[in-house]
């Protein structure tokens, strides 16, 4: 074990009973944080949760974009309100902890846990009056426009009104359970992300009563009307939650329903799992799942016409303060605006993209006989993820593989892997998996699989105390000509075939017996005892990786120092690590060229004359969600690249079991430049530069040009060429 990491490498054990992250302990007030020039300034930082909600927005963009069809617009900005949801249950769950607790510390950014919540309500109320816009004045009539109506019960006709009333009593009605408030009735548990109606009711002898009525999510937000013979191509909804309390005086008999507002509540869901005993560790977490179900409420967003003293009983009640609330023009949770995309109307939406897959160009269906000519690339989702499930398919129906070992972290509700594996273990093949049940928001998708794993007699793994583990690996062990070769998969994204089709990922196959030994080694880690510390081939978190990444960028530094040219491009999906940014600052500081690839939080400021002027920044967000981790260093005119499962985060580094695998032959090397990187550096589209204010600006093509957008030019340089599977011959010199 080296000073890279103090956890322990044993075998993952859990509570006798989950309990929620205790509060920190009171601090004494502290001094105002330092203004020095250094690296350590809290003026050279972003705010991490400031720079998240410029990436939403940057997302939010997209929404608004015309170069779009109009159903991918309507998909970002469902992206933009789920995004929001789980930014509240997670970080600003954490955020109001701590001034429950009372705990004084400054980010790295210089702010106070209550400056950071007052940051964040004012951001994200301007943000929400941009959805509604967004919605409203622009999605929402060229949706009408072309023939997708969302209507509100009074936009029906008589005739539409008592159909849609058939409807409710019929289909809505019966699962619909109002609940009282008074002093009778204690006021209803709320649940989380659940779209509510509060409800004010007249009796017969005129007292107003309070009642919550709960909009079911086991139905479609959206209820279709019947079809429009004049024009078959047109559909027509009306929200549920308007049907709903157009129809409430069948709820609540012999009483004026005098009012009815929308409101919608979030809960903390960040709930943390004390692990002590391996053998508890599922009933922990299922019993941590339903402790999410009550974690304190976090945000409540209320229709803006709702008076103030219903607010008022709903502040009391669910026990936030004012600066919880959030009035926002109805409909509320737009994230249910996803279901249009599942319309056949195919004009509205992205032309359909067929990933590259000349398998049979290449040696057929067999991936060891291509893997033994040469390490394979794949760059997803331009090339297909066909190849990684085939993978596991040959090993399944190979009688001469003797194992299988894998790594599973978020794979889906409808994985083909999980068969696959089952199958593997039924054939009498040695099978081990870990599954990483800590997955957030995937832990009860992933309990199930680890059942029904275990129940077809797959050795399963849970992980490493204190540690996620976020590695993409799998390894076949093969007989042949009476000796064991192995062979490996490693990638960047998560083994999820639906992701693959939108999320842009690598993946490395090999049998080089160098990088097949060091996953071997991880996985004797993962699921034995190994207290290995260092690995030829492969860096891993938490024990290697930051370091290795370290002497990397140090390297750089001493290029530049000598007077050779020093660079670095770094592409990830955030960069918050204080250590990584000090470095950075540093290696600009030396005269190293900094590029950084960072699509969504970044809290390194670029352009500071004497700190970061060599630093430059861009974020791209398009069509596929920019997943993968390429890191690329200049080395003095031999570059070196590195493909990681890890970004560059704290938790990533120090706290997950993460793997970062040189990519090794000069083709492939300059292949991932080609693909992953210039473009990225080019595009003019879909990319925004990061100023030294925190600020993101659209790029613009230089005068005279055409404007580049890198996805769609890797898409089309792909489909001209069909060669996806790239691979180099044994006899190909590694680099140095």
Same mark, same amino acid.
């Given at each position: 074990?080296?000073? *890279?990491?103090?956890?322990?490498?044993? &075998? @993952?054990?859990?509570?006798?009973?989950?309990?929620?992250?205790?509060?920190?302990? $009171?601090?004494? @007030?502290?001094?105002?944080?330092?203004?020095?020039?250094?690296?350590?300034?809290?003026?050279?930082?972003?705010?991490?949760?400031?720079?998240?909600?410029?990436?939403?927005? !940057?997302?939010?963009?997209?929404?608004?974009?015309?170069?779009?069809?109009?159903?991918?617009?309507?998909?970002?900005?469902?992206?933009?309100?789920?995004?929001?949801?789980?930014?509240?249950?997670?970080?600003?769950?954490?955020?109001?902890?701590?001034?429950?607790?009372?705990?004084?510390?400054?980010?790295?950014?210089?702010?106070?846990?209550?400056?950071?919540?007052?940051?964040?309500?004012?951001?994200?109320?301007?943000?929400? !009056?941009?959805?509604?816009?967004?919605?409203?004045?622009?999605?929402?009539?060229?949706?009408?426009?072309?023939?997708?109506?969302?209507?509100?019960?009074?936009?029906?006709?008589?005739?539409?009104?008592?159909?849609?009333? *058939?409807?409710?009593?019929?289909?809505?009605?019966?699962? %619909?359970?109002? #609940?009282?408030?008074?002093?009778?009735?204690?006021?209803?548990?709320?649940?989380?992300?659940?779209?509510?109606?509060?409800?004010?009711?007249?009796?017969?002898?005129?007292?107003?009563?309070?009642?919550?009525?709960?909009?079911?999510?086991?139905?479609?937000?959206?209820?279709?009307?019947?079809?429009?013979? =004049?024009?078959?191509?047109?559909?027509?909804?009306?929200?549920?939650?308007?049907?709903?309390?157009?129809?409430?005086?069948?709820?609540?008999?012999?009483?004026?329903?005098?009012?009815?507002?929308?409101?919608?509540?979030?809960?903390?869901?960040?709930?943390?799992?004390?692990?002590?005993?391996?053998?508890?560790?599922?009933?922990?977490?299922?019993?941590?799942? &339903?402790?999410?179900?009550?974690?304190?409420?976090?945000?409540?967003?209320?229709?803006?016409?709702?008076?103030?003293?219903?607010?008022?009983?709903?502040?009391?009640? %669910?026990?936030?303060?004012?600066?919880?609330?959030?009035?926002?023009?109805?409909?509320?949770?737009?994230?249910?605006?996803?279901?249009?995309?599942?319309?056949?109307?195919?004009?509205?939406?992205?032309?359909?993209?067929?990933?590259?897959?000349?398998?049979?160009?290449?040696?057929?269906?067999?991936?060891?006989?291509?893997?033994?000519?040469?390490?394979?690339?794949?760059?997803?989702?331009?090339?297909?993820?066909?190849?990684?499930?085939?993978?596991?398919?040959?090993?399944?129906?190979?009688?001469?593989?003797?194992?299988?070992?894998?790594?599973?972290?978020?794979?889906?509700?409808?994985?083909?892997?999980?068969?696959?594996?089952?199958?593997?273990?039924?054939?009498?093949?040695?099978?081990?998996?870990?599954?990483?049940?800590?997955?957030?928001?995937?832990?009860?998708?992933?309990?199930?699989?680890?059942?029904?794993?275990?129940?077809?007699?797959?050795?399963?793994?849970?992980?490493?105390?204190?540690?996620?583990?976020?590695?993409?690996?799998?390894?076949?062990?093969?007989?042949? !000509?009476?000796?064991?070769?192995?062979?490996?998969?490693?990638?960047?994204?998560?083994?999820?075939?639906?992701?693959?089709?939108?999320? $842009?990922?690598? =993946?490395?196959?090999?049998?080089?017996?160098?990088?097949?030994?060091?996953?071997?080694?991880?996985?004797?880690?993962?699921?034995?005892?190994?207290?290995?510390?260092?690995?030829?081939?492969?860096?891993?978190?938490?024990?290697?990786?930051?370091?290795?990444?370290?002497? %990397?960028?140090?390297?750089?530094?001493?290029?530049?120092?000598?007077?050779?040219?020093?660079?670095?491009?770094?592409?990830?999906?955030?960069?918050?690590?204080?250590?990584?940014?000090?470095?950075?600052?540093?290696?600009?500081?030396?005269?190293?060229?900094?590029? #950084?690839?960072?699509?969504?939080?970044?809290?390194?400021?670029?352009?500071?004359?004497?700190? =970061?002027?060599?630093?430059?920044?861009?974020?791209?967000?398009?069509?596929?969600?920019?997943?993968?981790?390429?890191?690329?260093?200049?080395?003095?005119?031999?570059?070196?690249?590195?493909? =990681?499962?890890? *970004?560059?985060?704290?938790?990533?580094? *120090?706290?997950?079991?993460?793997?970062?695998?040189?990519?090794?032959?000069?083709?492939?090397?300059?292949?991932?430049?080609?693909?992953?990187?210039?473009?990225?550096?080019?595009?003019?589209?879909?990319?925004? $530069? #990061?100023?030294?204010?925190?600020?993101?600006?659209?790029?613009?093509?230089?005068?005279?040009?055409?404007?580049?957008?890198?996805?769609?030019?890797?898409?089309?340089?792909?489909?001209?060429?069909?060669?996806?599977?790239?691979?180099?011959?044994?006899?190909?010199?590694?680099?140095?």
């Amino acid at each position: 074990m080296t000073d *890279d990491s103090e956890h322990s490498l044993s &075998r @993952s054990s859990s509570p006798k009973s989950p309990r929620r992250r205790p509060a920190r302990k $009171t601090r004494k @007030s502290l001094p105002p944080p330092p203004r020095t020039p250094n690296a350590a300034d809290p003026s050279l930082f972003i705010n991490r949760e400031l720079s998240w909600l410029e990436f939403n927005h !940057r997302v939010l963009e997209e929404a608004m974009d015309r170069r779009h069809p109009l159903l991918e617009r309507v998909k970002f900005l469902s992206i933009v309100s789920s995004n929001l949801d789980e930014f509240f249950m997670i970080r600003v769950a954490a955020i109001r902890e701590q001034i429950i607790a009372d705990f004084v510390e400054y980010s790295p950014d210089g702010l106070m846990p209550r400056e950071q919540m007052s940051a964040i309500h004012e951001r994200v109320s301007r943000m929400v !009056r941009q959805m509604s816009d967004c919605f409203w004045n622009d999605l929402h009539p060229e949706l009408r426009s072309a023939g997708v109506t969302l209507l509100t019960m009074d936009e029906l006709s008589a005739e539409q009104r008592r159909a849609m009333s *058939d409807v409710f009593a019929a289909k809505v009605f019966p699962v %619909l359970t109002p #609940l009282a408030f008074d002093p009778g009735h204690p006021f209803p548990y709320i649940s989380n992300l659940s779209l509510n109606l509060a409800v004010v009711v007249v009796t017969g002898d005129g007292e107003e009563k309070f009642a919550r009525v709960k909009v079911p999510d086991v139905l479609p937000r959206l209820m279709p009307l019947p079809d429009d013979p =004049s024009d078959p191509r047109a559909v027509r909804f009306v929200w549920l939650e308007d049907l709903i309390a157009a129809n409430l005086g069948m709820l609540f008999p012999g009483m004026e329903v005098k009012e009815s507002y929308q409101f919608r509540v979030t809960r903390n869901a960040d709930i943390e799992i004390q692990e002590d005993e391996a053998e508890d560790l599922i009933s922990s977490i299922e019993e941590s799942l &339903r402790l999410r179900r009550y974690g304190s409420v976090v945000r409540v967003g209320v229709q803006d016409a709702m008076p103030a003293r219903i607010r008022k009983i709903l502040t009391e009640n %669910l026990e936030v303060t004012a600066e919880d609330v959030y009035p926002i023009r109805r409909p509320l949770g737009l994230s249910h605006l996803m279901s249009l995309l599942k319309l056949p109307r195919p004009e509205l939406k992205d032309p359909p993209y067929t990933p590259a897959l000349p398998l049979s160009e290449e040696g057929g269906d067999d991936m060891f006989a291509l893997i033994r000519r040469g390490d394979v690339l794949l760059f997803h989702p331009y090339d297909s993820f066909a190849p990684v499930v085939q993978f596991i398919k040959n090993a399944v129906s190979d009688p001469d593989v003797l194992a299988i070992k894998q790594t599973l972290y978020r794979i889906g509700k409808e994985s083909p892997l999980i068969p696959l594996l089952i199958e593997a273990a039924e054939n009498g093949k040695q099978v081990a998996v870990l599954v990483e049940l800590k997955a957030r928001f995937d832990e009860e998708n992933n309990i199930g699989w680890a059942k029904q794993l275990e129940g077809a007699g797959v050795h399963v793994v849970y992980g490493l105390v204190g540690l996620k583990t976020h590695a993409k690996m799998a390894m076949v062990v093969r007989k042949e !000509r009476g000796e064991l070769r192995r062979y490996v998969h490693l990638g960047t994204g998560n083994y999820n075939p639906h992701n693959a089709r939108i999320y $842009t990922d690598h =993946s490395l196959f090999s049998c080089s017996e160098a990088m097949t030994g060091d996953v071997a080694e991880v996985f004797n880690l993962l699921t034995g005892y190994s207290r290995r510390d260092t690995f030829p081939t492969l860096a891993v978190a938490p024990v290697t990786l930051r370091r290795t990444l370290q002497e %990397l960028m140090e390297r750089e530094i001493r290029h530049a120092r000598a007077g050779r040219p020093g660079r670095m491009i770094l592409k990830a999906n955030s960069l918050t690590d204080q250590k990584v940014i000090e470095t950075l600052y540093e290696a600009s500081a030396a005269g190293v060229s900094v590029d #950084l690839i960072i699509r969504g939080v970044c809290c390194l400021r670029p352009g500071i004359p004497g700190v =970061s002027e060599n630093i430059r920044a861009v974020s791209i967000v398009g069509r596929y969600l920019e997943h993968s981790r390429v890191y690329w260093f200049g080395n003095g005119g031999a570059p070196e690249v590195y493909l =990681s499962s890890a *970004d560059l985060m704290g938790r990533n580094l *120090d706290r997950r079991v993460e793997l970062m695998f040189p990519v090794l032959h000069p083709r492939l090397a300059a292949q991932v430049y080609d693909e992953a990187l210039r473009p990225a550096l080019e595009d003019t589209v879909g990319a925004r $530069t #990061l100023d030294a204010q925190g600020r993101y600006e659209r790029r613009v093509p230089p005068s005279g040009t055409e404007p580049l957008d890198s996805q769609q030019s890797v898409a089309a340089s792909r489909q001209r060429s069909g060669a996806a599977v790239k691979l180099v011959l044994r006899d190909t010199p590694p680099a140095v």
